[in-house]
T-cell receptor, first 109, second 115 residues
Framework: DAKTTQPTSMDCAEGRAANLPCNHS???????VYWYRQIHSQGPQYIIH???NNETNEMASLIITEDRKSSTLILPHATLRDTAVYYC??????????FGTGTSLTVIP | SAVISQKPSRDICQRGTSLTIQCQVD?????MFWYRQQPGQSLTLIAT?????????ESGFVIDKFPISRPNLTFSTLTVSNMSPEDSSIYLC????????????FGQGTRLTVV
């Protein structure tokens, strides 16, 4: 079963930062937090992942709380092409993913 | 990174028939997985495709309905057997990450419609 809880949907104005929260209060010490997104029922696309430190790449930033029970994905300057369903997943590296319902992000012009 | 090719990308099948979906990875990977995504839903794990041994199925999925092969470290197949309209879904394969700094990759999916 999925170990994450996310809001069902969110809106964000184009050009503004999109902050997507995720709760994972039962995360274990070896599990990473992964973020993927799915656009128009294509295969999920990797965004970012982390263990306990904050991470940043060309797509997004990942902020993980000190107790690791929650995290936030930040898209710094949302564009219309960022409209998608965003999935937060906790898993051991190499292991299977149990997807939750995800957050449907709509970027508004 | 790994590139995953799935075939077919879509198909329309008659009820009672079977369809085999192929998943080819461009590099050797230890772990491969199969997922189902029903219309408007999230992804549900079907099974772990184990190389050289029987697949490991999740609760609610059985080998007779979804036989899986994994003959080597770059290839796997999923068969949807004796199909009914309820099997209409997108089926996706993925790799597992190869280590702590490797993400999982997903194929583009096979969109199956059973009529």
């Amino acid at each position: 079963d999925a170990k994450t809880t996310q809001p069902t949907s969110m809106d964000c104005a184009e050009g503004r930062a999109a902050n997507l929260p995720c709760n994972h209060s039962t995360i274990s010490g070896n599990e990473y937090v992964y973020w993927y997104r799915q656009i128009h029922s294509q295969g999920p696309q990797y965004i970012i992942h982390g263990l306990k430190n904050n991470e940043t790449n060309e797509m997004a930033s990942l902020i993980i709380t000190e107790d690791r029970k929650s995290s936030t994905l930040i898209l710094p300057h949302a564009t219309l092409r960022d409209t998608a369903v965003y999935y937060c997943i906790v898993a051991n590296p190499g292991n299977q993913f149990y997807f939750g319902t995800g957050t449907s992000l709509t970027v508004i012009p | 990174s790994a590139v995953i090719s799935q075939k077919p990308s879509r198909d329309i099948c008659q009820r009672g028939t079977s369809l085999t979906i192929q998943c080819q990875v461009d590099s050797q990977v230890t772990m491969m997985f199969w997922y189902r995504q029903q219309p408007g839903q999230s992804l549900t794990l079907i099974a772990t495709a184990n190389q050289g041994s029987e697949a490991t199925y999740e609760s609610g999925f059985v080998i007779d309905k979804f036989p899986i092969s994994r003959p080597n470290l770059t290839f796997s197949t999923l068969t949807v057997s004796n199909m009914s309209p309820e099997d209409s879904s997108i089926y996706l394969c993925s790799t597992g990450g190869g280590g702590t700094n490797t993400e999982a990759f997903f194929g583009q999916g096979t969109r199956l419609t059973v009529v």
